[in-house]
């Protein structure tokens, strides 16, 4: 599914990324780990676009899409949430779903907020998917509440099903259990897992909740200074020197960063 060679990003005289690869198999979830600063997010600017790599390739279904904008990964199936929520304030729930939606079918924002005539057949069929993605995120409650009076933990969920209403083949999420009491965590970790199976879609997790990483994810790939440190099983990270030294720290393979 993907396909990274060699990829490195310099803001000026900082390299933040070098010589970073990784291959993720379809319908895996693998997650990518690391201090702050190792360069995650950067990884993630790079697989969608809103980054140009300074070197290196990214193949995605066997297509070189290293320096494709972000519109056109996502109309090819690359979708992500952001370290920093990024939904409109102004806008309900629903419509911020909604909106997600016709962007990616190409139909634009104001007719699907002004239910313009020719947009009415699709919008029965989308109705239909934003319930179902209402029901998966816990989100049927507060269907009209305006994004911004949401508390944080419930605007997360919003920004995963905005991302799932692009159909997405290959999912990013960038730390989004980040802010999370343990109650909510653990049910984003039921979530992930059933978009995951149900939808069987391939994901890469950026995510400090190593307790959550550990127990949902099949492979982890650790990111140190900019450069993967190890890539291997959850047993196998737990237990690799290098990385309880960079990271882990306790050794325990509990802790967070
Ligand atoms: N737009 C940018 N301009 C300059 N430096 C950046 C920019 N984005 C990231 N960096 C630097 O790149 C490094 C990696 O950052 P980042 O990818 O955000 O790390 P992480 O997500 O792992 O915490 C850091 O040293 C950060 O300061
Ligand atoms: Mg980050």
Known sequence: MLRVEKLEKRFGGIVALTEYYVQIEQGELMALIGPNGAGKTTVFNLLSGVLKPTNGKIYFQGQDITVKRPDQKAKLGIARTFQNIRLFNEL????????????HMGSGLW???????????????????????????????????????LPYGTQRRVEIARALASAPKLLLLDEPAA???????????????????????????????????MAICTRIQ?????????????????????VIAAYLGTGNGSGSA
């Open 222 to 242: 650790v990111l140190d200074r900019g450069r993967v440190l190890a890539v291997g099983s959850p047993a196998e990270i737990r237990s690799d020197s290098r």
């Open 179 to 213: 802010g999370l009491n343990i109650n909510e965590t653990e049910s984003l970790k039921n979530i992930i897992t059933r978009i995951h199976k149900e939808y069987g879609l391939t994901i890469l997790l950026v995510e400090h909740d190593m307790k959550m990483v």
């Open 111 to 149: 007719p699907t907020l002004l239910h313009l005539p020719r947009f009415r057949r699709t919008e029965l069929e989308m109705s239909r998917k934003v319930d179902e993605f209402l029901d998966l995120l816990g989100l049927q409650a507060v269907r009209n509440e305006l994004a911004k009076n």
């Open 92 to 103: 309900s729930v629903t419509d911020n779903i909604k909106v997600a939606f016709h962007m």
